[in-house]
Every structure is written in structure tokens, then in C-alpha cells.
């Protein structure tokens, strides 16, 4: 007979695997939900679900280290609202980002580099600010509009130019975000290729890895001491570049 000891171990192993940490593995388009990984990189942590902590780590372009082939490009007009489910829930504080890379000359999706921190090449299409809220009066609470969701949605650009394009979803978590270094990263990358696109521009542009800095003001905070929180919360990132 398993101990008490060891089967609580097991418990909370299970619980800082499968329920305190999540995933992006399904694309949704059109009210269908594609099998896991079909057009999304499968992602370095697909199995355990562990969080990405480094700033610096070539795995936070698309949260995948390439030891698998590239899936398939789904087929999208400009203007579609595409989602991610979540494997598990947004089970803890912080933003929801989006951003787009566009296939360079010669390139498609599925060829475009995911390592390759050379170039800025993305632009932020979306992102979610928490709600500041009084409880009691005087106490300013930050309210996450995306804690505990089981799916995220974002609207493709109805100006974004035609052609090949990644699509990167990520969530920071903000829980252990007190002390430097201990944000956690989640997400993921679709591979789109847009079709009936417009001719906009985005007009920032910025590199990942280099994105993001530790001692950041939106990365290193304490989400729990409401009293010492900003009024304004500094989002991570470029600006949201839209239509």
C-alpha cells in the first residue's frame, strides 16, 4: 500500500502539472475545433505543461524547441475571429497577449523560422489589461479579464495585408511575479495563411527573444499588494498595432 506521504507528493504533483499550468493546443475557426496541434507548433511543454520562465530563451517565439515537423496552414480571410482553447484553465493572474509575424520572401508558415531571434519581425494585434476595481473603497484590486478561461479569441486584423503569417498566443502569469525573474511564460504558435487582406501596415515591430525585460514594471510586480499596485498597469510588450 502507497504510503500517505508519497500518494500526497503524487497529488501535488498532479495538481502543479495538469491543473496549475496550461496549454494552447487546439485552433478554433468557424465554431470547429481542430485536433491538438494541427495547424499549432507543438510546443516544448505539450506533456507536462510546464511554465517558461527566461526573457531570454529562443523557446519564447513559439514556445517550441523544433524537434518536430511544422503542421499544417489553416485558411483564413482577414477580419475572421480565430481562438485557442486552453489545455486546462487560465488558472492564474495576468495579461493575454496576441501577436503576428508575416512570412518573409521565399518563405511560408510552416518554413519560417521559430528560433530565429535575428529580426523584428512581430506585431502586437491584441492585448488584455486588467480591470481595476475598488473593494472596499480605496483598494485598488487588478480583476484579469482572462482568469480562468478555457478558450481566447482574437480578431485577425480586416486591414492585414494577404499572405502567410504566424499567430502567437500568450499568457504571463503574474502569481509569483514579486520576486525578479519569476513570471511565467505560456503560449503558443498557429501557422495562418490570410487570405482577402487589406493593405495595412503595422507600425512597431519588436523581436523575440528581446521583447522583454525581467525588471519590467508589467513583469515584476506584486500582483498581491493591492495598496502598492500602479493605477495603470504597463503592458509587456510594443503597442497593439490595429486597423
Known amino acids: 500500500m502507497l504510503s500517505l506521504s508519497i500518494l500526497l507528493v503524487a497529488v501535488a504533483t498532479f495538481f502543479s502539472t495538469g491543473v496549475a499550468h496550461y496549454t494552447f493546443p487546439n485552433l478554433i475557426h468557424k465554431g ?3 485536433p491538438d496541434y494541427t495547424y499549432i507548433r507543438r510546443t516544448w511543454n505539450y506533456q507536462n505543461y510546464w511554465p517558461l520562465f527566461e526573457v531570454d530563451s529562443p523557446i519564447l517565439q513559439c514556445f517550441t524547441n523544433s524537434t518536430v515537423p511544422n503542421p499544417g496552414t489553416l485558411t483564413v480571410s482577414a477580419g475572421d475571429t480565430v481562438g485557442f482553447t ?3 484553465r487560465i488558472v492564474h493572474e495576468g495579461p493575454l497577449l496576441f501577436y503576428m509575424a508575416k512570412a518573409g520572401a521565399g518563405q511560408t508558415a510552416a518554413s519560417m523560422a521559430a528560433h530565429n531571434g535575428e529580426e523584428e519581425v512581430w506585431f502586437k494585434i491584441s492585448e488584455t489589461k486588467p480591470v481595476i476595481t475598488s473593494v472596499p473603497a480605496k ?3 487588478y480583476k484579469w479579464p482572462s482568469y480562468n ?3 481566447v479569441y482574437v480578431q485577425i486584423p480586416p486591414c492585414l495585408p494577404t499572405g502567410d503569417y ?3 498566443v500568450e ?3 503574474l502569481h509569483v511575479a514579486f520576486e525578479e525573474g519569476q513570471h511565467e511564460f505560456f503560449g503558443s504558435c498557429a501557422q495562418l495563411k490570410v487570405v482577402n487582406g487589406g493593405d495595412g501596415v503595422p507600425n512597431s515591430y519588436t523581436i523575440f527573444p528581446g521583447a ?3 525588471d519590467e514594471p508589467g513583469l515584476f510586480l506584486d500582483i498581491h499588494r493591492p495598496w502598492a499596485l500602479p493605477e495603470k498597469y504597463q503592458v509587456p510588450g ?3 498595432w490595429s486597423c
Open 166 to 168: 504566424l499567430l502567437r
Open 149 to 151: 478561461a478555457s478558450g
Open 212 to 214: 522583454y525585460s525581467t
Open 171 to 173: 499568457h504571463i502569469a
Open 139 to 141: 483598494l485598488e484590486l
Open 238 to 240: 510594443p503597442e497593439v
Open 32 to 34: 470547429i475545433q481542430y
Open 86 to 88: 486552453v489545455g486546462g
